[in-house]
């Protein structure tokens, strides 16, 4: 269920910066924006997975990742998971580009694995009061103010670590998502990433919370799910089709993860294939 809202602007915007829109979006279904937005930009997950493509490059969203977008950045983001969930602030204001670069803000920043209820709150107390369509924006604005500091301690903490330990696993993740039909192993990914095996696999846990293969399986079966519920394919099919030759441990795989088998999964839909 999402909750959006878009203020009336009126004399806010004499405020040192003040709120343009906040939203939970349950599911995030993703957008595409080729000239990016008139807003400054702040979105965190906190269920599901994304993944965000911003100046050439993808970065995998996962519950605790937080990214910043300052207007005009084209940008695209979609699910990579049912349900993925978002919660986003957009805001403006004369003084809100000099505050952000004199804060060490670039145009684009993301972090990931962070503590959502240090922030969360903040960003809860912010979507009431912007409700209140007389009081809202001068409330918004201080709220404002502080949910950027404490995005900043995230964004900004440690750069050197974002640069080097998220972009080890992205071209992994990318070709995961793109290739997940195809024959995928442990050797090919951490050779797509550029480093030993054992460094690969250590980031990658570091960084998702998963194993590689976990990662794998559960792209293979969340779009198994989507095939056994939209299609009258057979089991055998779908099971070829997200990447298992072998239809029983296709069916393993899924009962693992899933708790039922792949037929059960479709006769409890609603969905019952003779």
Known sequence: MSDVIYPIIGIQT??????????????EFGIKREKGLI?????????????????????FQKEGDMFYLAPGVHHEYRPNSSGWVTNWILF????????LKRMGFSDFE???????SVYLNIFRKILSVAKDPLKGGEKSSVLLYEFILTAADLLLASTKEKSGMGSVIEPAIVHMNEHYTENINLNLLARISGVSLQHFCRVFKA?????????????????????LLN?????GYVSAAVGYDDQNYF??????YEG?????????????II
């Open 231 to 235: 299609t009258g394919e057979s089991i």
């Open 92 to 99: 403006k204001g004369e003084k809100a580009e000099d505050l």
């Open 251 to 256: 069916g393993m795989v899924f009962k693992k």
């Open 207 to 227: 960084k998702t919370g998963m194993r590689p293969m976990e990662y794998l399986a559960k792209k293979r079966i969340a779009e198994a799910k989507t095939l």
């Open 14 to 27: 004499s405020l040192p910066f003040y709120l343009t829109g906040i939203g939970t979006c349950n599911p």
């Open 39 to 59: 807003s400054h930009l702040f979105l965190f997950t906190t269920e599901g997975q994304g993944i965000l493509n911003v100046g050439g490059n993808s970065y």
């Open 110 to 116: 993301h972090c990931a694995n962070t503590d959502t």
């Open 260 to 272: 039922i088998t792949p037929s059960d999964y479709r006769k409890q839909r609603g969905l019952v």
